[in-house]
């Protein structure tokens, strides 16, 4: 978990945002959770490949 948290972190640093605007705010959020979602669903597919 801890490499897949850190892949993700740098694909979407979100660390390096800064809140202006609550509208801006969720908005990057949501995009944030929907990349490590997708992020997720590429590792599990990748996952099932090796074990193939």
């Known amino acids: ?4 948290f850190q892949a993700a972190w740098n694909e979407v640093p979100i660390a390096q945002y800064h809140v202006r605007r609550y509208d801006a705010w969720y908005a990057h959020i949501t995009l944030t959770v929907l990349a490590a979602f997708l992020f997720g669903v590429r590792a599990n597919e990748a996952a099932k490949d090796v074990a193939r």
């Open 1 to 4: 978990m801890g490499e897949s």
